[in-house]
């Protein structure tokens, strides 16, 4: 039997960072946060849970992207300081632009390139955790990350000529 308050306890913070790293919105945050444990309940009726972090961390960045899709703009990144300490209001803006771009460009990419992605660049996990987690080889994360970053450049290219 699962202490469901116990694995909440523990886990629930990292099922948090990593759903305000993709989103940068709380509200939205702690919907993801409740809607990952719904789905970790579920998931327990049909399979068995060899790694609860790495279930948890996938049905989290797989929910956060989905919510980030269904947005019609980014939402700015409150609270995270990209520019420097001192950095100017321009370059903050600036910053802030960009961050707002790479957030709707992210919603853009296939499903697998963007768990790669947001799972590498904001949890800041080693190719080796992200093949665990998301259960495929590291070449294969390897690929996704290969073509999500090219992907990217193409989208923020068009994206910052149109601006």
Known sequence: MINWDHLVREHGPAVARTAWRILGHAADTEDVVQDVFLEAHRALRTQQVR?????????????????????????PLDGLELAGAHASPEESAQEHELA????????????????????????????????????????????????????????????????
């Open 51 to 75: 790694s609860w972090p790495a279930l948890l961390r996938r049905i989290a960045t797989c929910q956060a992207l989905y919510r980030l899709r269904q947005r019609k703009r980014g939402v």
């Open 100 to 163: 707002d771009r790479l957030r709707e460009a992210v919603a853009q990419l296939p499903p697998r390139e963007s768990e790669v992605f947001c799972l590498c660049f904001f949890d800041e996990l080693p190719h080796e955790r992200i093949a665990e987690t998301l259960d495929i080889s590291t070449g294969a994360v390897k690929t996704a990350l290969c073509k999500a970053r090219t992907r990217l450049e193409e989208l923020l290219v068009v994206a910052g000529k149109g601006a």
